[in-house]
Structures are given as structure tokens and as C-alpha cells.
Antibody, heavy 121, light 111 residues
């Protein structure tokens, strides 16, 4: 059974940094692309970033480019998102999602339960 | 940049058929695959259609996806509507820079 478990969310002040992690199990992690997708309270889904199976291809939404960094450790079966210069507009539930293939630019086929990030002073 | 436009809401009676459209703002929606995700209230999104028309295992065949190149749009059709189908539905594709793009979501109400 595919499991994606996010951690690292919480309440953080504007301008500060936070690192999210996603622990994967139940599939061959190093064969699939991975994503972060967020959802602000009461709003729709917004793609944040994606990374291919060997980290050779990486993409970021314009809203986070230059502030967020996605990375993965295939040996540890983990996906991270380093978030810097956070603003109130980054307040959202952050989901880790598995891609359907090794590159990231394809369907999300499994989603984690999410970790909530609240940016507020 | 690609934008995907969905109706804010659709509704139907149990047993009926509803269709949700997803219209691309630029280029051809057929140039990249379209996916559909279901999000029931208070739950995590799940994939119900991938690569325009494929259903993951476990998704009922009441759900079907299609592409209409003439209108540059994708559609999700739910037939035999059930109360459990009440949810938000999002279409998703990629732009030419491999940035994932979601539609704004459609709320399906079963009357």
C-alpha cells in the first residue's frame, strides 16, 4: 500500500523559514517523480513544485520560485520542501503527491494527508 | 500561461448524468494530458481520471473523461449520480514549461 506521510508544518512568522518532509513507503520511491501541492483554506489546489526520479528535472510555480527548494533522498525514501521568506499567502495545507511515472510532468496518482503551514505574526 | 476554466458548480439528481467542462485558455488542451481529481469535503484529493480518459483501479466506470479538440476542452462525465459523488472536482494539466496547472474546481451537488 502506498503511503505518503508529511511532517514539518506549523505556525511560523512572516519572513521565517520552514522545512517540510514527506516519508514514502509501499512503492519503489526512486522510480517515480514527486510533487508538492498546496491548498489554502477554502480554496482550490495549487501546484508548488515537482522533481523527477533522479532529481534531474525540477519545476517550481512562479509564486514560490526563488524562495522554495524541493529535494529528495532516494536512499531514505524522503521528499523535502525548504521554504524561505514565507508570507501570509503561503498559508495552506501542503500535500506530498506521487507522480505516475519517473519524470514529474504527469498525473498525480497518490496523495498524502497533508501538513498545515500557517504564516502569521 | 495556461489557465483551465471550470464551472463553479453543477448539480443533478441521483441516477442522472452530469458533465463538468475544463476549457484551456491557450494552445491546444490536447497537447498535454488532462487529469481529474475528486476531493470530498474534509478529505484528501484522489485521482479519478488520468491521461484524458484512463481510470485508476477502483474508480467506478460511472466516471469517464474525454477531450474535445474543437472546443479546446476536456470533460468529466459522471453517470448514475450517487450521493457519495458530492465533492469538488479539479481538472489538471501541464503548460509548455512543465508547470502543473489546476482548474479552479467544480462543486458537484447531488439534489
Amino acid at each position: 500500500e502506498v503511503r505518503l506521510v508529511e511532517s514539518g508544518g506549523g505556525l511560523i512568522q512572516p519572513g521565517r523559514s520552514l522545512r517540510l518532509s514527506c516519508a514514502a513507503s509501499g512503492f519503489t520511491f526512486d522510480e517515480y517523480g514527486m510533487h508538492w501541492v498546496r491548498q489554502a483554506p477554502g480554496k482550490g489546489l495549487e501546484w508548488v513544485s515537482g522533481i523527477s526520479w533522479k532529481s534531474r528535472s525540477i519545476g517550481y510555480a512562479d509564486s514560490v520560485k526563488g524562495r522554495f527548494t524541493i529535494s529528495r533522498d532516494n536512499a531514505k525514501k524522503s521528499l523535502d520542501l525548504q521554504m524561505n521568506s514565507l508570507s501570509t499567502e503561503d498559508t495552506a495545507m501542503y500535500y506530498c503527491a506521487k507522480a505516475h511515472y519517473g519524470d514529474y510532468a504527469n498525473a498525480f496518482d497518490f496523495w498524502g494527508q497533508g501538513t498545515m503551514v500557517t504564516v502569521s505574526s | 500561461n495556461l489557465m483551465l476554466t471550470q464551472p463553479r458548480s453543477v448539480s443533478g439528481s441521483p441516477g442522472k448524468t452530469v458533465t463538468i467542462s475544463c476549457t484551456g485558455s491557450s494552445g491546444s488542451i490536447a497537447s498535454n494530458y488532462v487529469q481529474w481529481y475528486q476531493q470530498r469535503p474534509g478529505t484528501v484529493p484522489t485521482t479519478i481520471i488520468y491521461e484524458d480518459s484512463h481510470r485508476p483501479s477502483g474508480v467506478p466506470d460511472r466516471f469517464s473523461g474525454s477531450i474535445d479538440r474543437s472546443s479546446n476542452s476536456a470533460s468529466l462525465t459522471i453517470s448514475g449520480l450517487k450521493t457519495e459523488d458530492e465533492a469538488d472536482y479539479y481538472c489538471q494539466s501541464y503548460d509548455d514549461s512543465d508547470h502543473a496547472v489546476f482548474g479552479s474546481g467544480t462543486k458537484v451537488t447531488v439534489l
